[in-house]
Structures are given as C-alpha cells and as structure tokens.
T-cell receptor
Framework: DTGVSQNPRHKITKRGQNVTFRCDPI?????LYWYRQTLGQGPEFLTY????????KSRLLSDRFSAERPKGSFSTLEIQRTEQGDSAMYLC???FGAGGLYGYTFGSGTRLTVV | DAKTTQPNSMESNEEEPVHLPCNHS???????IHWYRQLPSQGPEYVIH???SNVNNRMASLAIAEDRKSSTLILHRATLRDAAVYYC????????????FGTGTLLAVQP
C-alpha cells in the first residue's frame, strides 16, 4: 500500500472554470476527510465521509463545492466556477475507524492556483 | 472544539533533544491529544497521540501533564529532517473525529 494518493499534484485554472480533484485512500480505511490549507495556516476541515456516506460538511464548503465517494473507495472534490480565493492546497486524509484512536494518514495534497 | 496554544517557532541544534510545548487548558475528559508534523509541500504526517499516559514510539515521546492541561512532544535527537511545522491537536471521540488544526510551531534545526 502506497498510502493516500492525490491527483493531480498541481492544478492551474482560470477563474470561472470547474476543477475536480481525486483522492485514493488506504484501501482498508473507511473514513475519508477533505481539508483545505492556505499559506501560513493550518489545514481547515471541509468534509467527512464514512464509507460512501457524506456525514459532515463545513460551512467553508460553499454550494460551489461538491464531494463524492462512490462505493466507499476513492473520493472526488469538485469546485465549480472557481474564484481566486479558492487557491489553496487541498488535502485528503483517511483513517480506519475512529481516527482519534488510530491516527490519520494524509496525502501530499493538490495545490490549486486560480488565475 | 477545545483549542491548543503553541509557540509560533522554536530552534534546536542537530542531535540535541527538542521539547515542543502545547497548552490545552479547556481539554475535556475524552479528548485525545494528537501531534502531527508537516514538511514543506507535504501533507501532515502523524507523529504520536495519547489520552492520559505518556506515550513513546519510534518517532517521539509524548509527555502529558497530570491535569492534562498541557503536553510536550519530545524529539530525542533532532535531525535536519525534523525541521517542520508541528501541530498539537485535540480530537474528540464522536461521529466525525475531525482534526482542528491551529497554526502550529515551526521548528528550525541548525546543523
């Protein structure tokens, strides 16, 4: 197992375009999280899946953002009509059971630049 | 969510021990104390976590105060590869178990 994989690593897009990121968690991990990180700040929670069910969404996740985890395996995060304020590192993490007990594994992130 | 307070930055010399402090005075009885670190252009990496007792693993040790209002991450012999931002985070058991990150401590290691 190679850990949590995120693609692409970098994405440059023009304002107003749609973008989609993919996260492949560790195969036996049933919990999957998306975070966003801007320069100089710690990661901020966006949303959480347990298997295929999206169980929590942050207020940061505006209606331009949508996340899915079909079949409880990989997950996608889509941003529609991107804005310059969406420029950030988008991180995915997964855990088996309660991450508070066993820890979380993060991917290397997708860096989005909106120009 | 209970918050943590960490120094913005610390410096250490290579091969010396490093003690990274964290205050969490509003911790609840069921909160776990987590430490993650983040190297430049990488995602956060799990270091250690604990509830009440001190914990040791191959990366570090976690010393938890008796009243649990503070904790210290101990790197026994700092290397240049330990230079990173270290986050102390409280995680409440529950449906989500999400991590709430602060701004962390930027550790610089001098050769």
């Amino acid at each position: 197992d190679t850990g949590v994989s995120q693609n692409p690593r970098h994405k440059i897009t023009k304002r107003g375009q749609n973008v989609t990121f993919r996260c492949d968690p560790i195969s036996e991990h049933n919990r999957l999280y998306w975070y966003r990180q801007t320069l100089g700040q710690g990661p901020e929670f966006l949303t959480y899946f347990q298997n295929e069910a999206q169980l929590e969404k942050s207020r940061l996740l505006s209606d331009r953002f949508s996340a899915e985890r079909p079949k409880g395996s990989f997950s996608t995060l889509e941003i529609q009509r991107t804005e310059q304020g969406d420029s950030a590192m988008y991180l995915c993490a997964s855990s088996f059971g309660a991450g508070g007990l066993y820890g979380y594994t993060f991917g290397s992130g997708t860096r989005l630049t909106v120009v | 969510d209970a918050k943590t307070t960490q120094p913005n930055s610390m410096e250490s010399n290579e091969e010396e021990p490093v003690h990274l402090p964290c205050n969490h005075s509003t911790i609840s009885g069921t909160d776990y104390i987590h430490w993650y670190r983040q190297l430049p252009s990488q995602g956060p990496e799990y270091v250690i976590h604990g509830l009440t007792s001190n914990v040791n693993n191959r990366m570090a040790s976690l010393a938890i105060a008796e009243d649990r209002k503070s904790s210290t991450l101990i790197l026994h012999r700092a290397t240049l590869r330990d230079a990173a931002v270290y986050y102390c985070i409280l995680s409440s058991p529950g449906a989500t178990n999400k991590l709430i990150f602060g701004t962390g401590t930027l550790l610089a290691v001098q050769p």
